[in-house]
């Protein structure tokens, strides 16, 4: 039987975080002084990139502070129906089953 790296996929998340986190913060950084959001606003976006980057840097450096920051991220997917919720769930499964958390310690 060939040798599964089942990290694989959380090591991908991880990169899609770090990726996407930075698009969004600098996106955010430039749209608003374009286009004058309130700040309320533009703290709320550039706190909630900076924590999707953060979390995508504890993935990829396989911390388990990442891992943590990664399952509270898919919780709040839950309330993105349906796409998000489907993809919470079945990435949170996934967790379980392979048992990704051993990848941490």
Known sequence: ????DY???IKYFGLFFVISGF????LYIV?????GFRLGF?????????LQIITGLGLLFRRLWGFYLFRFQLHLLYFAFPLG???A?????????????????
Do not use: Q
């Not at 749209?31 to 286009?35: K, L």
């Not at 769930?89 to 051993?102: F, M």
């Open 42 to 50: 533009v703290i709320f976006s550039v706190s909630a990139s900076l």
């Open 7 to 9: 990290y694989r996929p």
């Open 31 to 35: 749209s608003s002084i374009d286009y």
């Open 23 to 26: 698009a969004v913060f600098v």
């Open 1 to 4: 039987m060939p040798d599964i």
């Open 85 to 87: 919720t489907w993809l």
């Open 89 to 105: 769930h079945r990435t949170l499964r996934y967790i379980d089953k392979y048992r990704i958390i051993e990848y941490f310690k």
